[in-house]
């Protein structure tokens, strides 16, 4: 299944990497990472920065898949707010969520920088608003439960929110703590510099197609008949983990992506903050570093990327509309559009480490809006488990939370 259709803007703008390297022999390693997007890269570095010796295998072109129709909008809120997460998980639980969020947005600003990846990185303010009475209450709930837990949060009325954005609407939340990035550029980055500096091996157009677990090992097995032994397995496939899952453990959603023309920065929004609304499914908006805007959303609760591509041209219009209004005076020009397939959770948490307990097969999936600074903390966590290092956020995170 394709994971995305259309022109994702990332892969255009970075030109597209030109790694053909397929497995031809058989290998043995500590760690096989399955997957080469942004989870796959960072959990790399991680394993290459403790030196524990691994690949990157990879059934296409490097990072592909979910990553290149990524928008890497990089926030410390999950899609699941707050005072509704403190329902499904406890208070203790669901604040430490937040609090690993944001923490993670810091650590994958170092891992860039401590690299010299250039993935244009940058910090900007977040507006969570609502242009709704419904979602004004909302926003008062999550207001109070993130002040109670000492997030970052401010709360801004309709005038403050037309002071600071110039949003028509009841409210918003805002916060200094987010980022902007571009995915696709940082997971080939990172795979780059650790195959200079760390001898990382990394293998294209080579699919997994069974494996076998022995007593303290793995065996994969290619499509062209070649093995890789591994101490360790690390499933970091997005959706597509399904495969080595014996159930399924998320829901697939399509979601939509428009790009303008590049614009005048007068001509973008003020502050040039990351934008989402309480609607459900929500509207989200970023700009990018050549003066671009982005729109997402639209999303829809099926997976057949032949459903998914046909209503695309329907879904460009929904956006631009859907903009229109809530910036009627700011033209934007659709340059480019996309989809993809993501997943989701039940409570907006991402699985992290073994399915079952003592199992080496361990999954970094990052589900959600949140799917990058999930990411990060997945490969911090699973770094642990391989070291036999305790770790507090493995409880949280695991399948049987």
């Not at 997007?37 to 295998?57: F, K, N, Q, R, Y």
């Not at 990524?70 to 609090?99: M, R, W």
């Amino acid at each position: 299944m394709d994971l995305h259709s259309g022109l994702p803007y990332w892969i255009l703008k970075s030109s597209l990497d030109n790694t053909f390297n397929p497995l031809e022999k058989n290998i043995s390693i500590d760690v096989a990472i399955i997957g080469s997007g942004i989870t796959g890269a960072l959990v790399a570095h991680e394993l290459c920065e403790a030196g524990i010796s691994c690949a990157v295998i990879d059934k296409r072109t490097l990072a592909t898949g979910s990553s290149a129709a990524s928008t890497a909008q990089l926030q410390y809120e999950i899609d699941t707010p707050l005072h509704q997460l403190i329902k499904k998980v406890g208070e203790q639980n669901a604040i430490k969520a937040f609090e690993y969020c944001l923490q993670s947005i810091t650590d994958i600003e170092n891992i860039l920088k401590k690299t010299n990846v250039d993935a244009e990185f940058e910090r900007i303010p977040t507006i969570y608003y609502t242009t709704t009475k419904k979602g004004l209450a909302f926003l008062d709930k999550e207001y109070k439960a993130r002040k109670k837990a000492n997030l970052p949060v401010d709360f801004l009325d309709k005038n403050q929110l037309w002071d600071y954005q110039k949003i028509q609407g009841y409210a918003a939340l805002h916060n200094e703590t987010s980022a902007q990035m571009d995915a696709y550029t940082a997971a080939t980055g990172l795979l780059k510099y650790h195959r200079e500096k760390s001898n990382l091996k990394v293998f294209t157009h080579t699919e997994i197609q069974s494996f076998k677990e022995n007593k303290n090992s793995y065996t994969l097995y290619t499509a062209n008949n070649k093995k890789i032994s591994c101490k360790y397995v690390i499933v970091a496939t997005g959706f597509e983990s399904e495969f080595f899952l014996p159930k399924k453990v998320m829901n697939l959603l399509s979601t939509y992506a428009i790009i303008s023309s590049p614009v005048h920065p007068d001509n973008i929004w003020p502050n040039r903050s990351l934008l989402w609304n309480t609607d459900d499914p929500y509207l989200y908006l970023r700009t990018t570093t050549d003066n671009r805007m982005i729109v997402g959303g639209g999303d829809e609760m099926f997976e057949d990327p032949i459903k998914r591509d046909s209503i695309l041209r329907e879904k460009i219009k929904f956006l631009e509309r859907k903009f229109k209004r809530l910036y009627p005076s700011i033209s934007f020009k659709t340059e480019m559009a996309w989809c993809g397939t993501f997943s989701s959770t039940k409570d907006g948490l991402p699985f992290i480490g073994p399915y079952q307990s003592g199992s080496r097969m361990l999954f970094a999936l990052g589900y959600g809006g949140n799917g990058i600074t999930f990411s990060a903390i997945a490969a911090q966590v699973l770094t642990n488990i391989i070291k036999e290092k305790k770790d507090s956020r493995m409880k949280l995170f695991s399948f049987n939370r």
